[in-house]
């Protein structure tokens, strides 16, 4: 297939459209953003402003689902796994978005330039999602992470949200220079940054088993490893997470893993699926460590934001689960899983919001105590999506078969995963001792008499509450046309090329 | 030459990576981050006179996106800085649990 000619206007809005309406829209939102000094007011429209742009942004990508379905070679991926990743990302930019302007006027913020800077994280994770070059994938993630580090401490007058800001500012740069040594070994020992190219070069020139390409491929998943948290590169997390205003930790452990997680897939399958051999080992450990370590400390939180956090990590190990099979359903597996994490982690999320305090104290989980007494639908609501986090059935709806659909992948792989799915059974049955204890809490526990009630839910909270629950009630319902839809565009290197490449290398 | 030019950044990287694990002061951990970048820089010249132009083109790119970098970081460290009137890896410990 002839690459799309990126100098061609009509060839360019093809591959590109979305992601320039973005950055165009974004652009100039910040000036408009700066314009004016800081007001809760001001931070309020522009939100909305933002919110309008990142939903045009959506349907622009939702009319590209449709009408594309070729994926090409050059540094720019037009195909369904794309504009997958992107509706998931947009998501979560829109909960993002509307959370932060709630949280903003709650916490008396009048900065408008979060939801700009929200709206540059998703420009650069969108074009994440599309990169089918190193290059690409280094300027998608570093435009994304530095807008995310200026988030994370977004809120000046809170130290606690300083710390974390720099804590995620070291580790992350740390993280991105092994990320790049690797990219650079991977060049030196193939020639080229294209992902086709790296391929077919592994493939032609018998490199699975060269030292440089090995040394490179594992450096990228340290750095990768890094930017999903996984264990043992996830110590970063939950002191960031905490630190972090409440929406734009929602937006880091929903919307950030979601794109990092369609970068590493897509690299993976595309540029190293000669050297499957050689990498799986290494990402069934990462799977292995982080979903038995994220989920056993999980059970010791009492600090909620802490426990999601690790929670958040016990995801990206079952995630890498579906890397590790390696098969052609892991894409639309993975996506669909990202669906149910993003919209279970901003409701979970708005519901933190809403028990906050105007001080920076944490929200714990005994605070939850009784409140079904109190607020009965938002307990009802927290208690479908920790169910949904856990993989339910029936009551955590998609929770449950965004799990089904990664042990799927991992058992029908050209080489089962027996061990890796038995563990994230097993794990599984662990994370119902936090998910079920904030449950039992809720409906359970008598609240305490000088507890004061939470205050009214505010306007966009509600509706991203409301959103998040139906959509996975509904989702649980009917999660085969989703998934389809995924796979109808899934990626392009299949376990059918991996085979006959791996058996012709040369064995060490 | 290649050989040479390769075993100099692994060496580079290698103090930029002992040098982020053991200081403390958080503007030097950001200089030994810079380090690694550079080293990653030098890899990627050394290597683009085997296989022409690209990887050059990729230095550009890490150096622009180091400098915004350091712009963000650097903001970051003074916000602290406002808060705790240290930068000392140290002290800060806020967050824990």
Known sequence: ?508 | MLAESLFFSAVLFSIGVIGVLTRRNAIIVFMCVELMLNAVNLTFVAFARVYGAGGQVFVFLVMTVAAAEAAVGLAIIIALFRHRHTVDLQNINLLKG
């Open chain 1, 1 to 508: 297939m002839r690459p799309l000619d990126l100098a061609v206007p009509a060839q360019l809005m093809t591959a590109l459209g979305p992601d320039l309406l973005l950055v165009a829209g974004a652009m100039l939102l910040l000036v408009w953003a700066a314009w004016r000094p800081p007001s809760t007011a001001h931070q309020r429209h522009v939100g909305f402003a933002s919110l309008a742009l990142a939903l045009a942004t959506g349907l622009y990508v939702i009319s590209s689902l449709y009408a594309q379905r070729t994926a090409t070679e050059g540094p720019i991926a037009v195909d369904n796994f794309r504009w997958m990743a992107d509706v998931v990302i947009l998501l979560g930019t829109v909960f993002a978005i509307a959370l932060t302007i709630d949280d903003n006027a709650r916490q008396d913020i009048g900065t408008a330039e979060s939801h700009v800077l929200i709206l540059f994280a998703s420009a650069g994770m969108m074009l994440l999602a599309a990169a089918q070059d190193l290059m690409i994938v280094f300027l998608g993630v570093e435009l994304m992470s530095l807008s995310v580090y200026a988030l994370a401490g977004i809120n000046r007058r809170s130290a606690r949200g300083a710390e974390g800001a720099l804590k995620y500012f070291l580790l992350g740069a740390f993280a991105t220079a092994f990320l790049l040594y690797g990219m650079a070994l991977v060049y030196g020992a193939t020639g080229s940054t294209n992902l086709g190219d790296i391929a077919s070069r592994i493939g032609e020139l018998r490199l699975a088993g060269s030292p440089l390409l090995v040394i490179g491929v594992a450096l990228m998943l340290i750095g990768f490893g890094f930017k999903v948290a996984a264990v043992p590169f996830h110590m970063w997390a939950p002191d960031v997470y905490d630190g972090a205003p409440s929406p734009i930790t929602a937006y880091m452990a929903a919307t950030v893993k979601a794109a990092a997680f369609a970068a590493l897939l897509r690299v993976w399958m595309e540029a190293f699926p000669a050297a499957f051999d050689a990498w799986r080992p290494a990402v069934a450990g990462l799977a292995v460590a982080t979903m038995i370590v994220g989920n056993a400390v999980g059970l010791a939180q009492r600090n909620i934001k802490r426990m999601l956090a690790y929670s958040s990590i016990a995801h990206a190990g079952f995630l890498l689960v579906a890397l590790a099979a390696g098969s052609g359903q892991a894409g639309s597996a993975l996506l669909f899983y990202l669906l149910a994490y993003t919209l279970a982690t901003f409701g979970a999320f708005a519901v933190i919001i809403v028990l906050s305090r105007q001080d920076d104290r944490p929200v714990m989980i005994d605070d939850l105590a009784g409140l079904w007494g109190v607020r009965p639908w938002l307990a009802l609501g927290m208690g479908i999506l920790m169910l949904s986090l856990l993989g339910f059935p029936v009551f955590g709806g998609a929770g449950f078969f965004a799990k089904w659909y990664v042990l799927q992948a991992a058992l029908q792989a050209p080489a089962p995963q027996v061990a890796l799915a038995v563990i994230l059974v097993l794990t599984t049955v662990v994370s119902a001792g936090y998910y079920l204890s904030v449950v039992m809490v809720m409906f359970m526990k008598p609240r305490p008499d000088d507890a004061p009630a939470p205050g009214p839910t505010p306007g966009l909270t509600r509706a991203v509450l409301l959103v998040s629950v139906l959509a996975i009630l509904v989702l649980g319902l009917v999660p085969d046309q989703l998934v389809g839809l995924a796979r109808a565009g899934a990626l392009r290197a299949t376990p059918v090329t991996v085979a006959p490449i791996t058996a012709r290398a040369p064995r060490p």
